[in-house]
């Protein structure tokens, strides 16, 4: 086991991480941007270091500064935990050139899968069924545009190191091609350092299915069941759920399966996510694999009774899973993000000062959060505040149970909105009552009720 883990990460994940390690007696080392001197994990860590200025490229990007300080403090193992260098192989390839661990998959499967058009072939390969579209980055606007009129519209622009819902937009029509190529290839290169992308078929009205798996370094993968993440502004998660409301329980069964069969196919080891789409036939399409621990692991944890940090950490640290059948869950869990922005404003961040925090109590209630009294929201980064996940026997009593955790979170500061009220207006819309929603829902409500 390690003594030393150096979380390369920052807000609610990074403090989320540290306590999963604190649990295990293992000593934590946290980084930080001058953004983040004062922040809840960096208080809480047995130590942390300095790694640059607020831009992340001069901090949490910043491989160099985060391997240095790995070494300076006596780290065995980095944890990324979600984004940043969570999936970047070359940063795992470097810890391991320098004697750290990497709690992640392999170098060769971040490869594999890590590049979003390659992961599309390697699955296609290996039996699960794919949309049409490209399996390799395109050289260029001429040959993108080209796969796009060979595909048929609509289609959607991916960035291939992308992630998160970030880097893509669906193009209607061929004559609005060549901009939205150029602004996912700009954006793509400014948020992931990376500017290819690759086109794949559109669907317009879909589910957003993903498979929590779980593979250790001895042949074992698992999965922990489905999660439903339909609900969606900007391909930006907004609510997750487990399981899947109002699909066929042998629908979602096959769908795990197949992110089991995908994840054994390369070799997996560690937490990871097989994100599918399902459309109105109830057909499912494999549309990436997410090579880290997602942002909405709580609510998977809530029904299974597992702690997937503390899953990363022992099967990095060469463990077996201690379960070869894949484990039972039980109830109904659900998950809300709440980001500092503001609904009434095209959902503009708010970046303030936060007077007042008080989070939710109750029965199966959780909070995972790194906001406190005093606290200074940096703009440098994503506006995300808190995870509010809720637990229940059945669906109704979970929705309940988070209305009722949502009224009591208080978040109050200068300047500062927050997402809850239009959270609220989700969890209240009769298609998601009835577990009818797709990845439209937002655009089909229209103007927030707030």
């Not at 950490?313 to 922005?341: F, K, M, Q, S, W």
Request: charged share 25%; proline share 6%.
């Amino acid at each position: 086991m390690f003594t030393t883990v150096l979380i390369a990460n920052r807000g609610e994940i990074a403090l989320r991480i540290a306590r999963t390690c604190r649990d295990l007696g293992i000593r934590t080392v946290a980084v930080y941007s001058t953004a983040d001197r004062d922040s809840a994990v960096t208080r809480f860590a047995d130590e942390s270091v300095h790694i640059g200025p607020p831009a992340a490229k001069y901090s949490y990007l910043n491989e160099a500064a985060i391997i240095e300080a790995a070494l300076r403090t006596g780290a065995e193992a980095i944890h990324p935990g979600y984004g940043f260098l969570s999936e970047d192989p070359l940063f795992a390839e470097a810890c391991e050139a320098h004697g750290i661990r990497f709690i992640g998959p392999p170098t060769d499967v971040l490869e594999r899968l890590g590049d979003k058009a390659r992961a599309r072939a390697v699955m296609a390969e290996a039996g699960l069924p794919v949309l049409p579209g490209s399996t390799f980055a395109a050289h260029g606007a001429v040959e993108a545009k080209q796969a796009a009129d060979r595909i048929g519209y609509p289609v959607m622009i991916k960035a291939v190191a992308g992630g998160g819902g970030r880097g893509m937009t669906m193009v209607r029509e061929a004559r609005d091609f060549p901009r939205a190529y150029e602004g996912v290839r700009s954006d793509a290169l400014a948020i992931f350092g990376d500017g290819r992308v690759y086109v794949e078929r559109a669907l317009e009205t879909t589910r957003h299915v993903e498979v929590q798996i779980l593979a250790d370094g001895h042949g074992t993968v698992v999965h922990l069941g489905a999660r439903d993440c339909s609900p969606q502004r900007r391909r930006q998660k907004l609510v997750e759920e487990t399981p899947p409301p109002g699909l066929p329980d042998e629908l979602v069964e096959r769908i795990c399966a197949a992110a089991v069969h995908g994840a054994r196919s390369v070799g997996y080891v560690g937490a990871g996510t097989f994100e599918f789409l399902v459309d109105e036939k109830l057909q499912f399409h494999f549309m990436e694999a997410n090579c880290r621990l997602q942002v909405e692991h709580p609510v998977t944890e809530l029904v299974s009774g597992i702690d997937l940090v503390r899953e990363q950490i022992l099967v990095a640290a060469g463990a077996r899973l201690g379960y070869r059948d894949h484990p039972a869950t039980t109830g109904v869990a659900i998950e809300c993000r709440v980001n500092a922005e503001d609904p009434e404003h095209g959902f503009r961040p708010t970046p303030g000062t936060i007077d007042e925090f008080l989070p939710p109590g109750g029965p199966f209630t959780r909070v995972d959060t790194h906001c406190f009294a005093g606290m200074r929201i940096a703009a440098e980064y994503d506006p995300l505040l808190a995870k509010v996940a809720v637990w229940a026997p059945t669906r109704p009593q979970a929705i309940a149970r988070m209305e009722r955790a949502l009224s009591e979170l208080v978040i109050r500061g200068r300047g500062v909105s927050t997402t809850v009220g239009f959270l609220r207006d989700i969890l209240g819309h009769p298609l998601f009552r009835d577990a009818k929603h797709t990845t439209a829902l937002v655009e089909q409500m229209g103007p927030t009720r707030r």
